[in-house]
């Protein structure tokens, strides 16, 4: 017997998640779990043939650094420069080393195994909540000399060349560029940007305002675009566009 008009309607408006992990066991009760919440879960076990079937309405991807095929850190490359969406790597390497590597090469949010599964739906939801406040901007441009932010289109002209930056380094730059000449705490941006609070250790912030400067072509060492005010925060400066 065919099912309710509205079941397939709702099957129809599931958000995708596309889980990489080769522990079949663990993608087994992850993609059940997640399932159960309302999401639609494709399972891979090995990196290549993640890649391969890759999907681009898919919603949110989940990897772990350890597959087969192609790992984790080489997947996360390899998507980037296909898909804007939003990386989270789950893994069992906890070192600040892989932490920083990963979101250098474009992951949105670190998981760090074993995690509750309640903690990880929570952060996979502050992660999909943050992604889409990106694309429902209002449908204005902040223009600062030669950079031009269109925050609707998810799109920034430095120079008239378009920068390609992932969805984090888009939200932080929006953000900074929202309150110029303003100082923002390293919490209140790590809040805005993960919907979670700040626990005082965390680098993610860091990681993507050095990120950001290197595509925008400021000084690492003196940056003059986006300052470090030590002890404060971060500011992001309005007349340095040239």
């Given at each position: 017997?065919?099912?309710?008009?509205?079941?397939?309607?709702?099957?129809?408006?599931?958000?995708?998640?596309?889980?990489?992990?080769?522990?079949?066991?663990?993608?087994?009760?992850?993609?059940?779990?997640?399932?159960?919440?309302?999401?639609?879960?494709?399972?891979?076990?090995?990196?290549?043939?993640?890649?391969?079937?890759?999907?681009?309405?898919?919603?949110?991807?989940?990897?772990?650094?350890?597959?087969?095929?192609?790992?984790?850190?080489?997947?996360?490359?390899?998507?980037?420069?296909?898909?804007?969406?939003?990386?989270?790597?789950?893994?069992?390497?906890?070192?600040?080393?892989?932490?920083?590597?990963?979101?250098?090469?474009?992951?949105?949010?670190?998981?760090?195994?074993?995690?509750?599964?309640?903690?990880?739906?929570?952060?996979?939801?502050?992660?999909?909540?943050?992604?889409?406040?990106?694309?429902a901007?209002?449908?204005?441009?902040?223009?600062?000399?030669?950079?031009?932010?269109?925050?609707?289109?998810?799109?920034?002209?430095?120079?008239?060349?378009?920068?390609?930056?992932?969805?984090q380094?888009?939200?932080?730059?929006?953000?900074?560029?929202?309150?110029?000449?303003?100082?923002?705490?390293?919490?209140?941006?790590?809040?805005?940007?993960?919907?979670?609070?700040?626990?005082?250790?965390?680098?993610?912030?860091?990681?993507?305002?050095?990120?950001?400067r290197?595509?925008?072509?400021?000084?690492?060492?003196?940056?003059?675009?986006?300052?470090?005010?030590?002890?404060k925060?971060?500011?992001?400066?309005?007349?340095?566009?040239?």
């Amino acid at each position: 017997m065919p099912g309710h008009p509205c079941d397939k309607l709702a099957a129809m408006n599931l958000q995708r998640i596309l889980l990489v992990e080769d522990d079949v066991r663990l993608a087994d009760l992850v993609s059940e779990f997640l399932r159960q919440n309302n999401f639609e879960v494709q399972q891979e076990t090995r990196g290549d043939d993640a890649l391969a079937r890759f999907s681009d309405d898919t919603d949110l991807v989940i990897l772990d650094l350890m597959v087969p095929g192609l790992d984790g850190m080489a997947l996360c490359r390899a998507l980037r420069e296909r898909y804007n969406g939003p990386i989270m790597m789950l893994t069992a390497k906890g070192s600040d080393i892989d932490q920083v590597l990963g979101l250098e090469l474009g992951a949105d949010d670190y998981v760090i195994k074993p995690v509750e599964p309640r903690v990880l739906l929570a952060r996979i939801q502050a992660l999909l909540r943050r992604f889409e406040r990106a694309t429902a901007s209002p449908a204005d441009e902040l223009s600062f000399g030669a950079l031009k932010i269109n925050r609707a289109a998810q799109q920034v002209i430095l120079r008239d060349e378009p920068l390609a930056l992932t969805t984090q380094e888009f939200d932080l730059l929006c953000l900074l560029a929202s309150r110029p000449g303003e100082v923002l705490p390293r919490a209140d941006i790590y809040e805005q940007l993960r919907g979670l609070e700040y626990d005082g250790l965390d680098r993610t912030v860091d990681v993507c305002v050095s990120h950001l400067r290197k595509k925008l072509g400021d000084d690492g060492e003196r940056p003059q675009l986006i300052k470090t005010i030590w002890g404060k925060g971060y500011l992001f400066v309005a007349d340095g566009w040239h």
